[in-house]
């Protein structure tokens, strides 16, 4: 059955500034939503409370109807992946990177299925070998798409993805996450990239002052 990912009257506030005011939002597995709003409306405060990153101040993260608080922390970060607008990269190579997840969990990830993940996230695959530190803002988005497959996550979050990729790159990265969608993930995605939304589809907020504003079938 399909994950599903549910915010309960999220609030969350910053030096006397809300950020969240009180969010309901449920992501269920084989859609996807996009999420627009101001700068510093909120949104990747939101995506991180989703992603475990951050704590609200009040109110719930629901995975699959059960309270993560309350879930194995391990198993939970391997269901949810969040890739954050300019992601760390770990010390080591791409090979390195994509083998992280895995390791973590006792596993050892093939270099050849490696190799297909990060062509899968738009990489040649002789970026296997490089430093992952030294690559562009572009590359690196990608390895850690690349670095989030390599988990199998039924939820995906990712803030502002087409931000550092040109065109082509951007729509093969659409094209995946339909793809992920499709498969029974559900996908969140932060972004103010017309082009994005569009191909994406799905369902579309907006988040402003700390509140989802409207819905609409984009």
């Given at each position: 059955m399909p994950?599903?990912?549910?915010?309960?009257?999220?609030r969350k506030?910053?030096?006397?500034?809300v950020l969240l005011d009180g969010v309901d939002l449920r992501l269920d597995g084989g859609s996807i939503t996009t999420l627009s709003g101001p700068s510093g409306g909120g949104k990747t405060t939101l995506l991180r409370i989703l992603g475990l990153l951050g704590s609200p101040d009040d109110g719930q993260v629901l995975l699959d109807g059960a309270d993560v608080l309350k879930l194995p922390p391990?198993?939970?970060?391997?269901?949810?992946?969040?890739?954050?607008?300019?992601?760390?990269?770990?010390?080591?190579?791409?090979?390195?990177?994509?083998r992280t997840g895995p390791r973590l969990a006792g596993q050892e990830l093939p270099e050849?299925?490696?190799?297909?993940?990060?062509?899968?996230a738009g990489l040649e695959p002789q970026f296997l070998g490089q430093d992952a530190?030294?690559?562009?803002?572009?590359?690196?988005?990608r390895v850690a798409v690349a670095r989030?497959?390599?988990l199998r996550p039924e939820v995906w979050l990712l803030d502002e993805p087409?931000?550092?990729?040109d065109a082509e790159r951007a729509d093969l990265l659409a094209r995946l996450l339909r793809e992920l969608a499709a498969a029974g993930a559900a996908v969140l995605v932060v972004t103010h990239d017309a082009r994005a939304l569009d191909q994406l589809a799905g369902t579309h907020l907006q988040l402003a002052g700390g509140r989802?504003?409207?819905?609409?079938?984009?």
């Open positions: 994950a599903s990912l549910e915010a309960r009257r999220l506030s910053l030096q006397g500034r391990r198993e939970t970060r391997r269901r949810i992946a969040l890739v954050a607008q300019a992601p760390a990269m770990f010390q080591g190579t791409v090979l390195d990177n994509v050849a299925d490696a190799r297909a993940l990060i062509v899968r530190r030294a690559l562009s803002g572009g590359e690196k988005l989030a497959l390599a087409t931000a550092a990729l989802l504003l409207g819905e609409k079938a984009a």
